[in-house]
């Protein structure tokens, strides 16, 4: 797969996100926020399961589990701390804190991976959260939710770049997707049934809501976003998601009559122009070695939609190693 298809592909899993942001906010009058966190994984999962029969014969590295593991906890971490940052943050806030994930992504890679991002990343990194802030409105005032939206788009950034270098070393999406779903629907379904209201009556009234979130936002964009990170980096990958907040503008306008500004519509102008200039960019940031010496085997078996498109074993044997970037996030 192309860089350029990956990053097409990762512009497709934004709109997923974003317009399943419309759900996400209407299945809160059903459910409680980590109900709602643990019922999406647990479809995204269930969906995903099967097919990790299909990769059961790839050949598996030294350090693959604890590699697995680093990138479910931290997928658990981020995607409930994003639900819970609402219950004391705005909607404003939040969507633009979290947005902060596209400049945090590039200084985790950098730190962690040595993966030095080019100025023309660096600039279009800034240019996207300058974006989302105008698309937000703009923040007023400062409270825990806040915090709490600022640490989940840290988690993301760490995510990313984890999710990225454990696909370039290890492979195996399926694995890796069905992985961190189910573990973070067993880490908030058991709260929300403790703390929220989690109850089949319940459940079955958000159903639609769930449905949307648990195919779409969960299993095909995540799905995507996780097999798209084998060929584009990190900082790449958090720049271009960034899209999503445009998206859920965009749906929510579409779907709950909510206007935008002028400064808006030019904030989304903005991360538009910065996600196209990464986008259509030949330059890959670099970094300090290659994380692996064996070529990864090719996907070889039937695959669903969101990664239907995998190398053939030539060209992943010859591919120039890229490095790692949710925070997205849905």
Known sequence: MSKLRANLLLLFAAALWGFGNVAQKTVLDHLDALSAVGLRCLIGGLLVLPFVLTERRLPVGAGHL???ARVGALFAISIMLQQLCYLGATVTN??????????????????????????SLTFAAGLTVVGALLLSGGIAGFSSGDLTAILSAGCYALWTVELGRHMQTHGRPFTAAATQFLGAAAFALPLGAMHGNLSMADAFAAGPELAVLGIFSTAFAFGIQIVALRYTSASHA?????????????????????????AGALGGAIILGAILSV????????????????????????????????????????????????????
Do not use: C
Not at 251 to 262: D, R, V, W
């Open 66 to 68: 604890a590699s697995l």
């Open 94 to 119: 939040a969507s633009f804190l979290i947005s902060t994930a596209t400049v945090m992504t590039p200084l985790a890679a950098w730190l962690l991976v040595g993966e030095r991002p080019t100025a």
């Open 238 to 262: 958090a720049v271009i998601v960034s899209a999503e907040s445009v998206f859920g503008a965009l749906g929510a306008a579409i779907f709950l009559g909510e206007q935008t500004s002028p």
């Open 279 to 330: 986008a259509m960019s030949n330059r890959t940031p670099q970094a300090r070695a290659p994380l692996q010496t064996d070529p990864i085997q090719p996907f070889d078996a039937p695959v669903p939609a969101f990664a239907a498109a995998n190398p053939g074993q030539e060209e992943a044997r010859h591919a120039p190693y890229r490095d790692p970037s949710s925070l997205r996030s849905s």
